[in-house]
């Protein structure tokens, strides 16, 4: 063949090509979502500065910041991976779009796996973000563990992203909404954010992975100390779980 001819190559683009182009898609309409920006941002920045510089509530420490705002950050991960995943979702499959990308190249791993990452690329923004905040009104996280603090977020994030689409896959959209919600409200009231979370044990941290994973964080940033077994274990266990469940049962329509 000489130089210059071009030859048909039919097939597929590589699936991390095909997953590359779906993560900066949902990147780019998670932008355009003024909702759910607000979602994710406004109110834990609004809990940030209300309960971490005022006396709205009781805390069982005197540094509020190192209370309120390891809390802030876990809650903003619920926020996105799952409340805002879950809703969005499921109104993408009530619309077609979903049904719509059943029939490209992408896989439906292929597409759990690029809303999940989308998440933690939003996750690492918005907790950058809220970070800067928390120091600029004083808080003074202690940063010599912030790599297992990282892991325990990675793991949240995956759990919540899994049990979002799972939920927005089997619900009706409007029933997906207010099951998001809810469980938002349940885990903001019990979760540890503003109050000091019940005392459930070891299982409770199954139960309650907001209130695992912002413990996760005090641990951490606070006091720095280590993680308890414990709650690796719990927000491991929802890592695993929920995503497989989701790969298992996860619908186009």
Not at 92 to 117: D, H, M, N, W
Not at 131 to 141: D, S, T, Y
Not at 221 to 243: M, Q, R
């Amino acid at each position: 063949m000489s130089a210059g001819t071009f030859a048909p190559a039919p097939g597929r683009a590589p699936m991390r090509t095909v997953i590359g182009k779906q993560i900066r898609m949902e990147l780019l309409l998670t932008a355009r979502r003024g909702e759910a920006v607000v979602l994710a941002m406004g109110v834990p920045l609004l809990v940030l500065l209300g309960a971490g510089l005022t006396h709205v509530t009781n805390l069982p420490t005197d540094d509020r910041l190192g209370f309120v705002v390891p809390g802030v950050l876990a809650l903003t991960v619920m926020s996105t991976a799952f409340t805002g995943q879950a809703i969005t979702t499921g109104y993408e499959r009530s619309y077609g779009v979903l049904k719509r990308l059943g029939a490209s190249p992408l896989t439906r791993p292929g597409l759990l796996l690029a809303k999940t990452a989308a998440v933690l690329v939003q996750i690492v923004l918005q907790v950058l973000f809220l970070g800067l905040v928390g120091v600029l009104v004083g808080w003074r996280p202690e940063l010599s563990q912030l790599l297992p603090a990282a892991g325990v977020t990675v793991l949240a994030a995956a759990g919540y992203s899994g049990l979002a689409l799972l939920l927005a896959s089997v619900l009706k959209p409007e029933t997906t909404t207010g099951a998001a919600t809810l469980i938002y409200v349940l885990m903001l009231s019990v979760g540890g954010i503003m109050f000091a979370a019940p005392d459930l044990g070891a299982a409770g941290w199954f139960l309650l992975p907001l209130a695992a994973h912002a413990q996760a964080l005090r641990d951490t940033l606070l006091d720095g100390g280590s993680i308890p077994l414990s709650i690796w274990l719990a927000l491991a266990t929802w890592a695993v779980v929920w995503p497989a469940a989701a790969a298992r049962s996860f619908r186009w329509e």
